[in-house]
């Protein structure tokens, strides 16, 4: 990979560094320059970088790609930076900054009525905030709640990130909790909508890869390449809940349900050592076809033993 080389005004030339090192380039504001705002075409992202980085920016809606990043505007006024350069070997992953019932209405699937009954329905299941589950496993207090609370609304990002970045609990920490979170049995607005017969499986599923900028793929018109399959053991595809359906020397394209998963994709990364292509499908589909191909593999070993 090439190296960086930086030129500063105020210390001079500075590097060279190695490219695989840098997650990103913040070019500073000068003193008294206002931050930059986003004019028409701009859609706001979150980029979730290594090292469990969120930040909030814009990015004309159909720039095209660097083979080695892109650039981006910081979306909030007390960013040190007017422009901000990713590289793409460090960025997890690109979300649209919208949440996930507003995507679902801008791009038709439902609309604000039917929006608004799947959030009154969903405020009948019972959930335990996150920051009450890290006070009552006590991992954090409530006056450190409550400062945590006051940076989100500031800079927008969930409290899980807030308490990342701010050091006050570990990631691990935070998923847990989130893990706990979700055995409370609070429904995502999603499958409330599917409950409630106003929308499909599938319209959730593509409206969230919209939202990360992922393909959407019917798994049922899909060629599965049974080597790909092979190349993760079956323990890992149970629990991670992610099946390879093609690979070649270099790349694995991996089927998941949550792209919000980055963690199980950093992983398939490590085992395999190739760069990982993503594309989202159906929960119900996954399951199933992670079913059959797992058994699959499980009597090609018994044969082979």
């Known amino acids: ?23 990103y380039v913040g070019f500073h504001r000068a003193v008294g320059q206002p931050p930059v705002f986003a ?21 004309a809606d159909g720039d095209a790609d660097d083979s080695l990043g892109f650039y981006t505007t910081p979306s909030v006024s007390s960013s040190p930076f007017h422009e901000i350069f990713f590289f793409r070997h460090a960025v997890r992953r690109l979300e649209v900054n919208l949440p996930f019932g507003e995507m679902l209405v801008r791009e038709g699937v439902v609309n604000d009525v039917h929006l608004r009954q799947g959030l009154a329905e969903q405020q009948k ?14 991992l954090l207090s409530e006056a450190q709640l409550e400062q945590a609370v006051a940076l ?9 990130e807030v308490l990342i970045e701010t050091g006050l609990v570990s990631a691990e920490d935070v998923e847990r909790a ?18 409630l017969k106003l929308m499909t499986e599938v319209d959730m ?29 079956r ?7 992610a099946l390879p359906i093609d690979s070649d020397a270099k790349v694995i394209t991996i089927a998941i349900a949550d792209p919000l998963d980055i963690d199980t994709i950093d992983l398939v990364r490590v085992y395999t050592k190739k760069r990982v292509s993503e594309v989202v499908t159906t929960e119900s589909q996954l399951l199933s076809y992670i079913a059959k191909y797992v058994g699959t593999l499980q009597a090609a070993s018994a044969a082979c033993g």
């Open 1 to 23: 990979m090439p190296e960086l080389h930086l030129v500063s005004s105020a210390v001079g030339y500075c590097g060279p560094y190695p490219m695989e090192d840098i997650a």
């Open 205 to 233: 599923s593509t409206t969230l890869a919209k939202k990360f900028g992922l393909p959407f793929t019917n798994l049922e018109r899909c060629h599965i390449n049974e080597r790909a399959v092979s190349e993760l053991s």
């Open 178 to 195: 989130l893990g706990e979170q979700r055995q409370s049995g609070t429904r995502r607005i999603g499958q409330v909508l599917i409950d």
């Open 152 to 160: 989100q609304k500031r800079r927008g990002l969930r409290v899980g």
């Open 125 to 138: 299941d019972v959930r335990i905030p996150i920051g009450q589950i890290l006070i009552k496993n006590r």
């Open 235 to 241: 323990e890992f595809i149970n629990k991670h809940v």
């Open 39 to 59: 004019g028409a075409g701009k859609i706001e992202l979150k980029a979730h970088i290594a090292g469990n980085k969120t930040f909030l920016v814009h990015r």
